[in-house]
């Protein structure tokens, strides 16, 4: 079956520091693969999105590759800000009609 | 469009009353989930529907869990009787289909049972 791997976390970053999130997946044929966020008290929301490899999704400095060589997904920001403090969860769709999320990584930005 | 609606947004409950969670999909999406997050167990899909129809309830725990879909706009998830283990953020989402699979699910707010 379908299933994906990310990094444990907290990851804890100083602002503008560099962000790597690291996503992997294992699916038969060519899944969709996607990033959702999830703030405190509300529920999870689309990111950022590929569909085929070498896509590269991007929302809000956020980006990923969807990279079938490597079957990985890993997400990346440049500068993160206090505001990015979120928990980030790693998905794919294909194969059936039921989405696999990963465990999700908590994100903890300071000023 | 308003999104998905989940109502009641917080649900206080005692143990062995019935609880009735409910959801509005965006119009026109034709999959709807429901998903419980927990911090021990993470997010975990309850079941799915497909024009109204459940397709996949191997996730709902037991017999206590059942969900119906009367109509593409409405959509509850009954819990009776409520057991202290059922506290939980239960989250509702809808998506299209898209090249024979879904696409991007849309999240509800989601509601915060919390069985005593």
Redesign the interface.
């Known amino acids: 079956g379908n299933s994906v791997t990310q990094m444990e976390g907290p990851v804890t970053l100083s602002e503008e520091a560099f962000l790597t999130i690291n996503c992997t997946y294992t699916a038969t044929g060519y899944p969709s693969l996607f990033w959702y966020v999830q703030y405190p008290g509300e529920g999870l929301q689309l990111l950022l999105k590929a569909t085929k490899a070498d896509d590269k999704g991007s929302n809000k400095g956020f980006e990923a590759t969807y990279r079938k060589e490597t079957t990985s997904f890993h997400l990346e920001k440049g500068s993160v800000q206090v505001s990015d403090s979120a928990v980030y969860f790693c998905a794919l769709t294909g194969g059936s009609y039921i989405p696999t999320f990963g465990r999700g990584t908590s994100l903890i930005v300071h000023p | 469009d308003a999104g ?1 609606i989940q109502s009641p947004r917080h649900e206080v409950t005692e143990m062995g009353q019935e609880v009735t969670l409910r959801c509005k999909p965006i119009s026109g999406h034709d ?1 709807l ?1 429901w998903y419980r997050q927990t911090m021990m167990r ?2 975990e ?1 309850l079941i ?1 529907f ?1 024009n109204n129809v459940p ?2 309830d191997s996730g709902m725990p037991e017999d206590r869990f059942s969900a119906k879909m009367p109509n593409a706009s409405f959509s509850t998830l009954k819990i009776q009787p409520s057991e202290p283990r059922d506290s939980a953020v239960y ?1 509702c ?1 809808s998506s299209l ?3 024979g ?10 509601t915060r049972l919390t069985v005593l």
């Open positions: 998905v999959y989930f993470g997010l899909l799915y497909n397709i996949d989250f989402a289909r898209a090249s699979r879904t696409d991007t699910q849309y999240f509800g707010p989601g």
